[in-house]
């Protein structure tokens, strides 16, 4: 153990270092024109970005003058031998309470695009985020020639992909992260309204008429759903979403489901030089509750990188984009000089809104021409000839392969225990909201306080594999996608199917349905979306190489804080002893 110990240190030792240091405050702000409390770090809102060169050891100092028990969460950053900076309370660390500190160190073990946040209670939904970007170091195989093969563009790319464009989307609310789940406490509702959507932190409200905003809603949602939005362009409380729980309509916050008022806010610019040729838009979800879509007028988009790693470049109109999800783009810089709006759409299953942003040409300031859009305000193509893209096929690369097969293998049931907002992820029980009280399952994986349900527990250096389950409990209530994110290092999504997943593991249900599988480079990737709606299954698969407690959860913040988590006690065997320089803070 003591040796293991060490490891938790002793990758400090050669690489480049990057030191931060952030100080939280809980202060005004008015993201969309209309003033509440949010946090900042360091005055900004999102918070300023990181950025390192792969190799590098990052080191982030982070003071809390917030009046919340709080932690910074480095999404998608492996955390390899690290486990002590994955921020969050009750596995990894105590909270930083007001006026405390915590040092995060970790490596930069992965090039591409990654986000922080907050992974205390909901204060993701009160602006603890901001986006991160690893340089690939300069010798890494890039997948650029596959969209040109002229030298200048090459060069034009790799200039532009070392200079991204950080695009952080995110959903707002006028409620704070607290009271919104209050709300659903309160309500006995699975809510999903928000006030606007924000690019780099700045949006508007928009109100419109509740026929025009139903008319925009996907026509299999409208079939489910038969009611018209509110108009905030949010779906009612109706029992096909909502179950026949108990429920407190008169508890419903004014405001949060309807009673929209218009407020105009400062919007994202952002300027671009066509004599670079390219650019790269590296688009980050942060949003709380929404998935979203994502656009910019009359330019194409060359997805070439998701989730921190290359893929084979796919072309695209527009890119879907779930919680906690990373997609980054080429864009070709040969458009008249002018302004060109990027509209980000909510999918519109849970609500028909829209945020925007503008991409400007250097020159083409005064050039008043309105630019062509490739989506309506629900999120949907304007014609056939927008080819939205395929996330089902993002073959990474180079190629990657998972083994046949895997040696462990654990099933997880998704699905609602007693309301329509709690949720369980292990088919059992609901992992607690409030993580501030349990003692780090780091310091003592055996804790009692959370249930052994709740605990996976594996093996260092062998494959597991986890299959989600949706079980619909009552056949008429629609399970929506859930976004399920793992901590540490990502995974390959091996295998989908409808019905229930009836075998003793994957090997056996490979020989007998192979069709369901797909083991020739897969995604690999960090989050992994289930189906909407449907009894389905999903299947990932991943190597244990990283001994620590790591979270397994939906990034749907609701269905977080409503329970849907599980903990993975990854390389339980040879779990490293907590460096002494992190029992005292
Ligand atoms: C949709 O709602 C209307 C009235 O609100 C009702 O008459 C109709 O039967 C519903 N359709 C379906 C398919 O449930
Ligand atoms: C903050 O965290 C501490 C544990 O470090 C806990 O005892 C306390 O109850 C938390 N405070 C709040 C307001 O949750
Ligand atoms: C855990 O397994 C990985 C992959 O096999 C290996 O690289 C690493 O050294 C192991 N860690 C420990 C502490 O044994």
């Known amino acids: 153990m003591a040796f293991a110990g060490l490891l938790c240190m002793a990758a400090f ?85 007001p006026e405390g500190k915590y040092i995060y160190k970790w490596r930069a073990n992965d090039y591409g695009t990654y986000w922080y946040h907050s992974h205390d209670s909901s204060l993701l939904l009160d602006g603890l985020y901001g986006a991160i970007h690893i340089r690939p170091s300069p010798d890494r195989e ?110 419903v916050p004014p405001g949060l489901n309807s009673g929209c008022e218009p407020s105009e806010g400062p919007k994202a610019g952002f300027s671009v030089d066509a004599s670079q040729k390219w650019a790269s838009f590296n688009f980050i979800s942060a949003a709380g509750v929404k998935a979203l879509v994502a656009s910019i007028d009359e330019h194409p988009l060359y997805v070439y990188e998701v989730d921190g790693r290359y893929i084979e470049p796919q072309l695209a109109h527009s890119i879907e984009i779930y919680n906690g999800e990373r997609y980054s783009a080429m864009v070709r810089l040969d458009k008249e000089p002018a302004s060109y709006t990027m509209r980000v759409a909510s999918t519109g299953a849970q609500q028909v809104i829209s945020g925007y942003g503008t991409v400007t040409y250097q020159g083409g300031e005064s050039n008043q021409r309105e630019s062509e859009a490739y989506i309506n305000y629900g999120g949907a193509p304007v014609s056939d000839s927008i080819k939205p893209l395929d996330t089902s096929n993002l073959p990474p690369f180079p190629p990657i392969h998972p083994p046949q097969r895997a040696d462990d293998f654990h099933l997880l049931t998704l ?132 001994p620590g407690p790591f979270f397994l959860h939906c990034h749907t913040e609701t269905h977080l804080h409503g329970g849907m988590g599980v903990v993975l006690l990854d390389g339980i065997d040879v779990w490293p002893e907590v460096p002494e320089e992190y029992l005292y803070q």
């Open 13 to 97: 030792a050669q690489a480049a270092q990057v030191h931060y240091t952030w100080d939280l405050t809980w202060a005004p702000g008015s993201p969309n024109g209309v003033q509440r409390d949010l946090i900042f770090i360091n005055g900004r809102f999102p918070g300023p970005p990181l950025y390192a060169d792969e190799g590098d050891d990052v080191i982030v100092e982070v003071t809390n003058h917030t009046p919340f028990n709080t932690t910074v969460h480095f999404h998608g950053i492996e955390q390899r031998g690290t486990p002590c900076s994955d921020g969050v309370p009750g596995l990894t660390q105590f909270p930083i309470e």
């Open 142 to 251: 890039n997948p650029f020639s596959k969209i040109s093969s002229d030298p200048d563009d090459l060069k034009a790319m790799k200039e532009a992909e070392q200079n991204p464009v950080l695009v952080v989307l995110s959903d707002w609310d006028h409620l704070t992260g607290p009271e919104y789940m209050q709300a659903m406490e309160d309500t006995g509702y699975d809510i999903f309204c928000s006030d606007s959507i924000l690019v780099n932190g700045m949006g508007s409200v928009y109100c419109k008429d509740p026929e025009e905003l139903t008319s925009y809603q996907p026509a299999q949602v409208q079939e489910v759903i038969n009611a018209t939005l509110t108009d905030k362009g949010c779906v009612p409380f109706v029992t096909s979403l909502q179950g026949d729980w108990e429920h407190h309509p008169d508890n």
């Open 415 to 546: 699905g609602r225990i007693g309301t329509s907002w709690q949720w369980t992820l292990d088919g059992t029980e609901l992992f607690p909201a409030d993580l501030d009280a349990l003692y780090p399952i780091i310091r003592d994986p055996d804790s009692l306080q959370l249930a052994d349900a709740l605990k996976i527990k594996t093996i260092n250096g062998t494959w597991v594999d986890l299959v989600y389950q949706l079980e619909i409990d009552e056949p008429t209530v629609v399970q929506p996608p859930h976004p399920m994110h793992k901590h540490s290092n990502k995974a390959f999504i091996i295998g989908r199917g409808t019905g229930k997943f009836q075998w003793s593991d994957v090997n056996e249900a490979m020989r007998q349905h192979p069709e369901n599988f797909f083991l020739n480079n897969p995604l690999y990737r960090d989050t992994f979306v289930t189906s909407p709606a449907g009894e389905s299954w999903l299947a990932i698969r991943y190597q244990v190489v990283n």
